[in-house]
């Protein structure tokens, strides 16, 4: 699927993807929803949110904190609150230790509650979305506190394409998770 450009092909892959990713939660046993991923010491995963993530549940909460940020930076620079994305202390360079607290945060949420979240948080973003022009989201320089980039990025990499990361890692849990059954 091409990055959207434009706020139509935005709400429609936020939506799609989002929708994609529910049904194959859905699709999945208790069991499966519940299990600890093991993705074993495999090469392809080296990245640090392969080791991070241990359930669906931080999955989804992962995806909710992530809605959070977009929605605290939006409300705050609309607000006239001059506000980067990531929260100080963090950076591109160090949010990786940001969703790592995001984890931290969430050991006692239930997966229920982080599905719950979920939710409600992709709503309010779609929401906050259709607020904004095409111009508004896709217009470089359109918003001085999003630099060099466009508000639509922010949102389509917070919806759309992290929702294709979770339906990616999803998938390989089920794929370690049958393979354990056997």
Known sequence: MP???TKPDLIKAANEQFDKMMLLIDSMTNDAKNAAFNFGGEVMHKEAHWKRDKNLRDVLIHLYEWHQLLLNWVDANRSGEK???????????????MNAEFWEKHQQTPYSGAKKNLLESHKRVLALIDTFSNDELFAKG??????TSTLGSYCVSVTASHYDWAMKKIKAHLKTYKEKQY
């Not at 506000?83 to 230790?97: A, D, H, Q, R, S």
């Open 3 to 5: 990055r959207p450009t």
């Open 142 to 147: 359109a918003f001085s506190w999003t630099g």
């Open 83 to 97: 506000k980067p994305f990531l929260p100080t202390p963090y950076n591109w360079k160090t949010y990786g230790e």
